[in-house]
């Protein structure tokens, strides 16, 4: 994996053999969106997948650079919010995308955030049995994790992104400049994603973010974003059908999946906030069995709270309880033979898979993190 930074945007390479791709990453790109999808892909059609927020803000954009290129779109837009992850959202997508009368060479682009990515990524997946998709993520949260990696899917009564399948994009075109219109909230909860790397294995960066406290959010993002991919990348190479190493990129996210089920995606709680949260416990956790210094605990949640976002299950708008959130974790992906694995922490920037959380120590940790007892 390589990262380059070029007259124009910085480059990732994500070395995958075939499957292998580049992310750009920096202003004003979706201008020339059209130009590096045709270098990649040729003139191809294309169906470009958005929800009604980041419609009126970027199609037109878009479209206009695919057209430029010699490249014929189409769109189908979904509705904002986690509740378009669904097998229902996604059969409409399908449907969308063969009567549109698209061919397994055409394209599908994924324009927005992580839903958008998510589920578009999971159309191109099974549509026509696998058509390639470029991913153009308009919020920081996707540009500096769900676009990457070829995790695609969709969530399920039982739980989150329960079902989906693996499918590298050919191309992600990361545009910063789409940040500008990012809610001060998404822009926060997108952060917790980019943090999150320097957590699990990357002190240093970690350092220079805390170092910036609240201007995190809004300086030197390109570094930042262009920092978080390569870090990501690394582990997806290394690691790319989770059965090892990649499942460290969950760090925080048992706890955060759970509080998402159990707030019923409906709005209260974003992905990026239960994610702030979940790091937050994890190292908590980690310094109450010993394994991780309550500093550097205490350094994280410092510099999560000073961003804004949720670091105490009472910050967040959603009743809780230790039976809701426990059972809640036994759906989550990472379950083995019925143990929950947790992300767990020696010290800042360096994380490890554990198994040894027992359901009494869970349950005892979160009544004592505020959570009612069953």
């Known amino acids: 994996m390589t990262t380059a930074t070029l007259a124009g945007p910085r480059k990732v390479h994500v070395p995958l053999g075939e499957r292998a791709y580049d992310v750009l990453i920096g202003g004003d790109l979706i201008a020339s969106a059209g130009e590096e999808v045709a270098a990649r892909l040729g003139r191809r059609r294309a169906m470009i997948v958005t929800d009604d927020v980041v419609a009126p803000l970027h199609l ?19 509705r904002h919010g986690e509740g378009s992850k669904s097998l229902e959202v996604l059969a409409r997508t399908v449907e969308a995308i063969l009567d549109a009368g698209l061919e397994r060479r055409d394209v599908v682009i994924a324009l927005g955030g992580g839903v958008v990515g998510d589920l578009a990524g999971f159309a191109a ?11 153009v993520p308009t919020t920081l949260l996707a540009q500096v994790d769900s676009s990457v990696g070829g995790k695609t899917g969709v969530n399920a009564p039982q739980g989150k992104n329960l079902v989906g399948a693996f499918h590298q994009p050919s191309l992600v075109i990361a545009d910063t400049a789409t940040l500008s219109t990012l809610p001060e909230r998404h822009r926060r909860a997108g952060y917790a994603e980019c943090v999150k790397v320097g957590l699990l294995g990357d002190a240093a960066f970690f350092d220079r973010l805390e170092a910036l406290g609240a201007r995190a959010l809004t300086e030197r993002i390109d570094e930042a974003v262009a920092t978080a991919v390569a870090a990501k990348a690394a582990i997806v190479v290394a690691d790319e059908r989770e059965h090892g190493q990649r499942a460290l990129l969950n760090l925080g996210h048992t706890f955060a999946h759970a509080v998402e089920h159990c707030a019923g995606y409906d709005g209260r709680v974003v992905h990026g906030e239960a994610v702030g949260l979940g790091l937050a416990l994890a190292f908590r956790l980690s310094a109450r069995l010993g394994l991780c210094p309550t500093a550097d605990a205490a350094r994280v949640e410092a510099h999560l709270a000073a961003v804004g976002l949720p670091m105490r299950f009472s910050d967040l708008l959603v009743d809780l309880t230790a039976a809701g959130l426990r059972a809640a974790m036994a759906q989550d992906k990472k379950v083995e033979d019925g143990v929950v694995r947790f992300i767990l922490v020696n010290r800042i920037g360096d994380a490890f898979v554990s198994s040894s959380v027992t359901p009494d120590a869970l349950s005892a940790f979160l009544v004592d993190e505020g959570l009612p007892a069953p």
């Open 60 to 78: 037109g954009a878009l479209s206009a650079a695919l057209a430029d290129a010699g490249i014929a779109a189409v769109h189908h837009i979904v």
């Open 125 to 135: 997946a099974v549509a026509r049995r696998g058509m390639p998709f470029v991913q």
